[in-house]
């Protein structure tokens, strides 16, 4: 079984979390042997975080309590409080996760706390542009493993910029496993476009694979 785990702190950027927390966690359009996946938030301390939107969240658990094993999975969402240096605690922790062939994904913000910390500068990685990681950053030294693209998946690492969530939740899917390819092509292709012919689509592709499993 996977374990995700969504780190929360304050002011986090709500809507960068939607596509991926929604899927993993219902698995409504999961394959039939998809991996087990639990979904948890974890925070430095155990008191309620408040988004950016306005919502109040509990954590389930604190960072220390996060196992560091193939089989983990970190969300590090976009925030205007990454600057904050007690958020250090989860970036070592992505550094362990890292070594230890855990998937960890950063989003906007969050990947300038990465590049402060040394974890892109020998990996493919995206943000909200170099400059952006130059300016929020000063101890950025990957420029020449920078891709301009909404989201880029280097191994166990995947980052995306600000308007890269869709893309991200994507490659965090594909990572996971847990969707036929057809469906994980049909279920972006109808979000992406938001033309309703690939939401048919995306139907056609559970029920064909409910039909392979039945015969």
């Not at 590090?76 to 070594?99: C, R, Y």
Request: net charge negative; proline share 3%; with cysteine.
């Amino acid at each position: 079984m996977f374990t995700v785990y969504v780190y929360l702190l304050d002011a986090l950027a709500d809507w960068e979390l939607g596509y991926v927390t929604a899927e993993l966690s219902s698995g409504r359009f999961f394959k039939k042997d998809a991996p087990k996946i639990s979904v948890q938030t974890a925070a430095i301390s155990m008191d309620p975080v408040k988004t950016m939107g306005g919502f109040t969240i509990v954590p389930d658990c604190v960072v220390g309590d996060i196992a560091v094993n193939e089989k983990s999975v970190l969300l590090l969402p976009g925030a205007s409080t990454w600057e904050n240096p007690k958020h250090d605690v989860i970036i070592e922790k992505a550094g362990e996760l890292l070594l230890a062939g855990a998937t960890v994904c950063a989003i906007c913000g969050a990947t300038a706390a990465l590049a402060n910390a040394g974890l892109l500068d020998q990996r493919r990685h995206t943000s909200n542009g170099a400059g952006y990681l130059e300016m929020a950053s000063p101890s950025y030294k990957g420029h020449d493993f920078y891709v301009d693209q909404l989201s880029v998946a280097d191994h166990n690492l995947i980052t995306a910029g600000s308007t890269g969530a869709l893309l991200w939740a994507k490659q965090i899917i594909e990572e996971l496993q847990v969707f036929q390819t057809s469906t994980l092509d049909a279920w972006y292709t109808y979000f992406h476009t938001g033309e309703a012919q690939h939401f048919f689509t995306l139907m056609e592709t559970l029920s064909e694979n409910h039909e392979v499993l039945k015969g």
